[in-house]
C-alpha cells in the first residue's frame, strides 16, 4: 500500500500552473463514461452511438469556447501531443521549417528542435521579440511552414501579444502558418478573440479543471497537416486512436465552466495574486517579481528570492504544506535553472533562486496569507547561514 | 535525518535503519551528473528507485540538482588530472565536496540534525572526538573513498550499513520487501557511460595522445593509443613484451614527452611515497609515527612510518599512481581511519 507523505487536502496548494484540481461538475459528467456508457465511439450500434454523441457534444462545446468549427477540433491526448501534431505534422505536410521563440514549453521547443527548426530569441518578459523573429524568417525566406508562440508562458506567464505576432508572419512569412500553445492560458483567456490569428491551437483539459490526458489541437480548415498517429482514422485522420471519451466529456465540461467563469474568477484571483505579492515583498523582502504583474496571466505569480535556492525554499514550503515549484522540474524530479528564465536573459545562479507560486479557482486569501507567512519563515531560515 | 537516497540498495537499507531507530527521515536522491550516462547513480531510473523506496518507507523524497558543483569540483578536476597524466579518484572529491560538504549543508540549512548514507564505513564517536572506522564487512569497505571527512562532517552524519556485511544488507532489504534488495552494486566511474567508457569520455573533454613506450634505457618496444590512460604500475596494452620475456610496467608516465617508461616489477619498488596537502579525521599523527597505510580503494593497507609528508614503507612497495589517495590507518586499532593524501609524485 502507498504511503502518501501529506495529506493533499491539507495543503496550500499554489501550483495550479502545474495542474489543477478536478472540477467536481467534469468529474460528473465523466463518470458514465468510465461506467454504464462504455462504448467506442467509431462503433455502429447503439452502445457506440450513445459514446458518440457525448463526444460530438463535447466536440461543439470546445469549438464554441475556442472560436472555431466543431470539424477544427482534434482530441488528443494532451497539449504535449497536441504541440508535437502542430509542428511535425506541418513540417511533414509541406517541407518547410518550424521557428519558435527560445522561452516556448519544452513540447514545442524540443519538437521544433526535433524537425530542424529555428530557435529565436526571447525578449526580458519572456515573450518573443518581434525584431528577432522578423529577422529569423527573413533569414529563411520563402522556407518558414510554421511559426509557434505561445499565448502565455507557462513558468513566468507572460502573455504574447498574438495578433502583432501573426502581423509579423503576414508580412515576413506569408505562406506560414501561426499555432499557438494556449495550455496555460485557456483557462484565463478568451481564446475566440485572442487566438484568432492562429490556425493551430493546442489546450489541456487539466490546466482548466479537467482530467490529465486529454486535449485538443484546432486545426482551422485548410491547414497543412499530416497525422504523427496512425491507425483507425478517427478524428478526420489526423489522430488515430480510440476516443478518450470520458476524458473529452471531463475536458468540454471544464472549458465550459472555466469561460463562464471567466471573468469573475480573473479579477478574484488576480486581487488574490497582488495581495500575495505585496505581503511577499513586505514579509521576505529581497523579492522581485520576474515579469510584471499585468503582462502576465493573472494565476502567475513568478518571482525571484534573493539568497535563497529555489530548490531548498521548496523543500520548506513543502515541510509546512506549502505546494509550489521553481523552474522546470526535469524527468527525475531535479529543480534545473529554468531556460525560460535563461531565454530572458536572467542570470543561472539568480534563475535558481526562483519560486512559481500560481493561484487557481480554489485558491483563497487564507492561502494566500499561508504561503506569504511560510516563504517569509522559509528566506529567514536560508539566510540566516 | 536527511538521507542520501542513490537508489541502491546501501542507502535504501541506510534509510530503512534509520526509521526503525526511531528516527525522523527524509530522503534526497542528489542529481550530480546531467550529461549521458548509462551506469551512474543519476539516472531517471534510479531516482526512481530511490523515490519508490521512500515511498514505500513512507518518508518524504526530494530531488536536489548539484550539476554545476559536479562539474566544477568531480569532473572538470578528474578530466584534468588524466591529462596531466595523474590517476584520479572521482569519488573522494565527490565526497568531499558534494556529499558531505554541499549535500551536508544543504541538509543542516534545512534544519536536519544529520545526514545519513548508504556508505559501508563507520563514525563512532569517542571522548578524544569523532572515529572514522572501516566497515564491518572488508570486502565492502568504504573509509578509503571517506577519509576527507574531518570532525565537523562526522559529527553530523551517520553511516547506517557500516555495522552490516553487504549480505546482511541485502538481507534486511529482501526481508522488507524493498525493490532495490537486489539491484547491482554501482561499478567503475558514475559518470561515465558503459558503453563509450573512459576513452571516448576523456576523448570528448580533453586531447588524447598516442606515445611511445621506452625502457629504462630509452629502447622503444612499443606504442600506447592514449598515454593519458596509462597509470603507473599498468601491465596490459603497452605494446610488446621486451625481449627478456619477462612482464613490464608502466613506471613513469610522462604526458607532456608523450613517453611511457617501462620496467620489470623490481623497477616499480619504492621505499616511500610523496604525499600533497593531506586530511585528517582528528589530528595528524606525530612526524615518524606507525602508520597502515591503503593506496587504492580495496587493496592492503601497509605497514609505514609518516614523515612530513611523506610514508616511508617498512618494506619497498609497488609505486603508487600520482593522483591516486594513499589513506592511512592506525596500526594499533587497524580499523580506524587517520586521513590521508593525494599522492603527488612518481614514486
Given at each position: 500500500m502507498a504511503v502518501l507523505d501529506h495529506d493533499p487536502c491539507?495543503?496550500?496548494?499554489?501550483?495550479?500552473?502545474?495542474?489543477?484540481?478536478?472540477?467536481?461538475?467534469?468529474?460528473?459528467?465523466?463518470?458514465?463514461?468510465?461506467?454504464?456508457?462504455?462504448?467506442?465511439?467509431?462503433?455502429?450500434?447503439?452502445?457506440?452511438?450513445?459514446?458518440?454523441?457525448?463526444?460530438?457534444?463535447?466536440?461543439?462545446?470546445?469549438?464554441?469556447?475556442?472560436?472555431?468549427?466543431?470539424?477544427?477540433?482534434?482530441?488528443?491526448?494532451?497539449?504535449?501531443?497536441?504541440?508535437?501534431?502542430?509542428?511535425?505534422?506541418?513540417?511533414?505536410?509541406t517541407g518547410g521549417k518550424a521557428v519558435c521563440p527560445a522561452a516556448e514549453h519544452h513540447a514545442v521547443l524540443h519538437s521544433v528542435q526535433a524537425v530542424g527548426g529555428r530557435v529565436v530569441g526571447a525578449g526580458a518578459d519572456g515573450a518573443v521579440d518581434l525584431d528577432q523573429l522578423a529577422g529569423a524568417l527573413d533569414d529563411l525566406t520563402g522556407t518558414v511552414a510554421i511559426v509557434s508562440?505561445?499565448?502565455?508562458?507557462?513558468?513566468?506567464?507572460?502573455?504574447?501579444?498574438?495578433?502583432?505576432?501573426?502581423?509579423?508572419?503576414?508580412?515576413?512569412?506569408?505562406?506560414?502558418?501561426?499555432?499557438?500553445?494556449?495550455?496555460?492560458?485557456?483557462?484565463?483567456?478568451?481564446?475566440?478573440?485572442?487566438?484568432?490569428?492562429?490556425?493551430?491551437?493546442?489546450?489541456?483539459?487539466?490546466?482548466?479543471?479537467?482530467?490529465?490526458?486529454?486535449g485538443c489541437l484546432v486545426v482551422r480548415d485548410g491547414t497543412p497537416l499530416r497525422p504523427v498517429l496512425h491507425g483507425g482514422g478517427q478524428e478526420r485522420d489526423r489522430r488515430s486512436g480510440t476516443h478518450?471519451?470520458?476524458?473529452?466529456?471531463?475536458?468540454?465540461?471544464?472549458?465550459?465552466?472555466?469561460?463562464?467563469?471567466?471573468?469573475?474568477?480573473?479579477?478574484?484571483?488576480?486581487?488574490?495574486?497582488?495581495?500575495?505579492?505585496?505581503?511577499?515583498?513586505?514579509?521576505?523582502?529581497?523579492?522581485?517579481?520576474?515579469?510584471?504583474?499585468?503582462?502576465?496571466?493573472?494565476?502567475?505569480?513568478?518571482?525571484?528570492?534573493?539568497?535563497?535556492e529555489g530548490e531548498a525554499m521548496l523543500v520548506l514550503l513543502d515541510d509546512v504544506g506549502v505546494c509550489a515549484s521553481a523552474g522546470s522540474a526535469c524527468a527525475s524530479g531535479a529543480v534545473e535553472p529554468s531556460h525560460v528564465l535563461l531565454a530572458m536573459g536572467v542570470p543561472k545562479a539568480e534563475a535558481l533562486t526562483s519560486l512559481r507560486l500560481s493561484l487557481g479557482r480554489t485558491t483563497s486569501q487564507a492561502d494566500v496569507d499561508a504561503a506569504a507567512a511560510a516563504a517569509a519563515a522559509a528566506a529567514s531560515r536560508l539566510r540566516a547561514r | 535525518m536527511l538521507v542520501g537516497m542513490s537508489g541502491g540498495v546501501d542507502s535504501s537499507v541506510a534509510a530503512a535503519l534509520l526509521i526503525e531507530q526511531g528516527h525522523e527521515v527524509v530522503g534526497a536522491t542528489l542529481k550530480l551528473w546531467g550529461g549521458a550516462s548509462d551506469s551512474g547513480c543519476c539516472s531517471v531510473a534510479d531516482?526512481?528507485?530511490?523515490?519508490?523506496?521512500?515511498?514505500?518507507?513512507?518518508?518524504?523524497?526530494?530531488?536536489?540538482?548539484?550539476?554545476?558543483?559536479?562539474?566544477?569540483?568531480?569532473?572538470?578536476?578528474?578530466?584534468?588530472?588524466?591529462?596531466?597524466?595523474?590517476?584520479?579518484?572521482?569519488?573522494?572529491?565527490?565526497?568531499?565536496?558534494?556529499?558531505?560538504?554541499?549535500?551536508?549543508?544543504?541538509?543542516?540549512?534545512?534544519?536536519?540534525?544529520?545526514?545519513?548514507?548508504g556508505h559501508h564505513a563507520r563514525v563512532a564517536a569517542t571522548p578524544a572526538g569523532w572515529q572514522l572506522r572501516r566497515g564491518a564487512d572488508p570486502a565492502k569497505d568504504q573509509s578509503y573513498v571517506l577519509h576527507v571527512l574531518g570532525q565537523s562532517q562526522l559529527a553530523r552524519t551517520l553511516l547506517p550499513v557500516g555495522d552490516l556485511t553487504k549480505d546482511e544488507v541485502r538481507g534486511r532489504a529482501v526481508a522488507l520487501g524493498l525493490r532495490t534488495a537486489t539491484k547491482p552494486d554501482s561499478q567503475d566511474v558514475c559518470f561515465i557511460a558503459a558503453s563509450g567508457g573512459r576513452n571516448a569520455f576523456l576523448a570528448a573533454r580533453t586531447g588524447l595522445h598516442a606515445a611511445e613506450v621506452v625502457d629504462r634505457t630509452g629502447a622503444p618496444v612499443g606504442r600506447v593509443d592514449a598515454v593519458e590512460l596509462v597509470t603507473v604500475g599498468q601491465r596490459r596494452g603497452l605494446g610488446a613484451a621486451g625481449g627478456t620475456g619477462r612482464p613490464r610496467y608502466a613506471i613513469e608516465v610522462d604526458v607532456p614527452g608523450r613517453r611511457v617508461v617501462v620496467g620489470g616489477s623490481d623497477d616499480?619498488?619504492?621505499?616511500?611515497?610523496?604525499?600533497?596537502?593531506?586530511?585528517?579525521?582528528?589530528?595528524?599523527?606525530?612526524?615518524?609515527?606507525?602508520?597502515?597505510?591503503?593506496?587504492?580503494?580495496?587493496?592492503?593497507?601497509?605497514?609505514?612510518?609518516?614523515?612530513?609528508?611523506?610514508?616511508?614503507?617498512?618494506?619497498?612497495?609497488?609505486?603508487?599512481?600520482?593522483?591516486?589517495?594513499v589513506v592511512l590507518y592506525d596500526p594499533t586499532d587497524p580499523d580506524r581511519c587517520l586521513g590521508g593524501a593525494e599522492c603527488t609524485l612518481f614514486g
Open positions: 491539507g495543503s496550500v496548494y499554489l501550483d495550479n500552473a502545474a495542474t489543477t484540481p478536478l472540477r467536481a461538475e467534469a468529474l460528473a459528467a465523466m463518470m458514465p463514461f468510465l461506467t454504464d456508457r462504455f462504448g467506442n465511439p467509431s462503433g455502429g450500434h447503439r452502445v457506440a452511438r450513445a459514446a458518440r454523441l457525448a463526444v460530438d457534444e463535447a466536440r461543439d462545446d470546445v469549438a464554441d469556447v475556442l472560436g472555431c468549427q466543431p470539424g477544427e477540433v482534434v482530441f488528443t491526448a494532451g497539449g504535449t501531443e497536441a504541440d508535437n501534431l502542430a509542428i511535425l505534422g506541418v513540417v511533414a505536410a508562440t505561445m499565448a502565455a508562458n507557462n513558468e513566468v506567464g507572460t502573455m504574447t501579444p498574438l495578433a502583432e505576432v501573426a502581423a509579423v508572419v503576414a508580412d515576413r512569412a506569408p505562406g506560414a502558418v501561426l499555432h499557438t500553445d494556449a495550455v496555460q492560458a485557456a483557462g484565463w483567456c478568451d481564446l475566440r478573440r485572442l487566438a484568432a490569428p492562429a490556425a493551430l491551437i493546442s489546450v489541456a483539459a487539466h490546466k482548466l479543471g479537467g482530467p490529465k490526458g486529454v478518450n471519451v470520458a476524458g473529452i466529456v471531463g475536458f468540454a465540461t471544464a472549458l465550459r465552466l472555466a469561460a463562464e467563469e471567466r471573468d469573475e474568477a480573473g479579477a478574484r484571483v488576480r486581487a488574490l495574486r497582488a495581495r500575495l505579492c505585496d505581503r511577499l515583498m513586505v514579509q521576505v523582502g529581497g523579492v522581485v517579481a520576474s515579469v510584471p504583474l499585468e503582462r502576465a496571466l493573472p494565476g502567475h505569480l513568478h518571482v525571484r528570492v534573493t539568497e535563497c | 531516482v526512481e528507485d530511490a523515490r519508490r523506496v521512500a515511498q514505500q518507507l513512507g518518508v518524504a523524497h526530494h530531488v536536489f540538482s548539484f550539476t554545476d558543483d559536479f562539474d566544477e569540483h568531480v569532473v572538470a578536476p578528474y578530466v584534468a588530472a588524466h591529462a596531466a597524466g595523474r590517476t584520479p579518484n572521482p569519488c573522494i572529491d565527490c565526497n568531499r565536496h558534494l556529499k558531505f560538504d554541499r549535500f551536508l549543508r544543504r541538509g543542516l540549512l534545512l534544519g536536519f540534525d544529520a545526514v545519513a548514507t616499480l619498488l619504492r621505499p616511500a611515497v610523496d604525499l600533497g596537502p593531506p586530511s585528517w579525521v582528528g589530528g595528524a599523527p606525530i612526524d615518524g609515527a606507525d602508520v597502515l597505510a591503503q593506496a587504492s580503494a580495496h587493496g592492503p593497507a601497509r605497514p609505514g612510518a609518516w614523515m612530513n609528508g611523506r610514508v616511508l614503507w617498512r618494506q619497498p612497495q609497488r609505486a603508487v599512481a600520482p593522483g591516486q589517495a
